[in-house]
């Protein structure tokens, strides 16, 4: 794979770029086609997967092509530690489907998202926690290269797609905003939406409009604001461990 295919790559909206040892290994652990493996060194990757993958040993060693490692970084935008980038194709999301589905365990829902590393880091919590997906509205890709790097390869995980707001519709939307009730087990319904805006200005107005209920995340006087993936992750576990 020479720079101008991976580039190529980056932008294909079918294809996901995984960089590191970590986004490759729970692409494989989730049942990805994974079509290219570049390493530096295919074998360090089996050393390790033997301490912290066993249930893929082999598999490293049967993917992986060497390369140089002046090859690797003119491949890699910001070469990973562990030396190794690969290339597997995106699963297909049926957003309707999601919506549809009726396990209790709630969306999450970004409105608008900035900062993809932050993407990748919910994604990461989401997945841990059980979430049935997370949606993204906006711009951003939630599969860019940089969000799947955050996330450590955990899109392949939970369904993780983008989505018009518009769209929402079949489950109760419940808004993380400053002013509303303390979060609580009994303020989050099942099949719940909830949508987190960005740090900086919160979630839309017409979005807020659109929420069955507002909770806010208690925090210490004159503290304004919590990172993304902090709230999501205190939101979902505070439903996970306040109802027991």
């Known amino acids: 794979m020479t720079p101008a295919e991976l580039t190529q790559a980056r932008a294909d909206r079918g294809l996901a ?5 970590h986004a490759l ?5 989730f049942g990805a086609t994974v079509r290219t493996v570049l390493a530096v060194d295919p074998e360090q990757l089996e050393s390790m997967a033997a301490g912290l993958a066993p249930d ?3 598999r490293f060693r049967e993917l992986a092509r060497p390369v140089s490692r002046d090859d690797f970084r003119r491949l890699s935008r910001n070469p990973v530690r562990t030396e190794v980038i690969a290339v597997a194709d995106r699963p297909p999301v049926d957003v309707a489907a999601v919506l549809r589905a009726t396990s209790a365990e709630p969306i999450v829902l970004l409105e608008d998202p900035r900062n993809l590393g932050n993407v990748g880091a919910v994604i990461r919590v989401a997945a841990a926690a059980g979430a049935a997906a997370v949606l993204t509205s906006g711009v951003s890709d939630p599969w860019d290269p940089a969000a799947i790097r955050g996330a450590a390869g955990l899109h392949y995980a939970l369904p993780v797609a ?6 929402l519709t079949g489950r109760p939307i419940v808004a993380l905003d400053p002013d509303g009730v303390e979060i609580s087990p009994a303020a989050i319904p099942d099949r719940a939406v909830l949508a987190f805006g960005t740090e900086r200005d919160g979630l839309s107005a017409e979005l807020l409009s659109r929420a069955d209920v507002r909770v806010r995340i208690p925090m210490r006087a004159d503290v304004s604001s919590l990172n993304l993936a902090t709230s999501v992750a205190i939101t979902l576990y505070s439903r996970r461990w306040m109802a027991v």
């Open 56 to 58: 893929l040993l082999g």
């Open 162 to 167: 983008r989505i018009d707001v518009a769209a």
């Open 17 to 21: 770029v995984l960089e590191g040892f």
């Open 25 to 29: 290994k729970h692409a494989l652990r």
